[in-house]
């Protein structure tokens, strides 16, 4: 029952598509943007980027969880895919055929899903510009499979903070 409630909920959240673009979208466009103007403005004034370790440079990344206005945009997401269906009312409709419990749990693995797909964007935007400004300086630097380890726990240290945040919205959303 929870494999049709994750399905059902990822079709009709995918299907939303100013929902996918301002919860999970801006986010990685904004970072991907910023991270292009600054790199690359620094390359060619100075010759070396801000910053060479590729560790920090992805901790730098992922602290999208810990910014403000990025969580603003996650817990719209993660309010807006449980308000659908308080706002048609159509709980009633689902109830029957499933539980609810497996209902709520879809819904947050949904947006789990979703909010680890926006770190990895954030994360390739970043690498792809980090890349593109070794291009223009003539040296690309390559993570080493010890940073790559240390990475993957950032990451899922950022997606657990998220993750955090995004059930206690849809508890609070559930509740009003």
Known sequence: MLGAAIRSEWYRTTRNRNLL?????????????????????????????????????????????GNPVAHLFFAIGAASIVA?????????????????????????????????????????????????????????DWPSVQAVAQASAVFFAAWFELGVLGAAVMFLAILT
Do not use: C, H
């Open 84 to 140: 659908d269906d308080y706002r048609w009312e159509t709980w009633r409709l689902i109830v029957p055929r499933n539980g609810r419990r497996s209902l709520i749990a879809g819904k947050f693995l949904t947006y789990l899903m979703l909010v680890g797909l926006a770190l990895v964007l954030t994360v390739i935007g970043d690498r792809f510009v980090a890349v593109a400004a070794g291009i223009v300086r003539g040296q690309v």
């Open 21 to 65: 673009f301002w919860a999970y979208g801006v986010i990685p466009l904004v970072y991907f943007a910023l991270a292009a103007t600054f790199d690359i403005s620094m390359v060619l004034q100075n010759g070396s980027p801000k910053d060479s370790d590729n560790l920090r440079m992805i901790a730098r990344v992922l602290n999208v969880a």
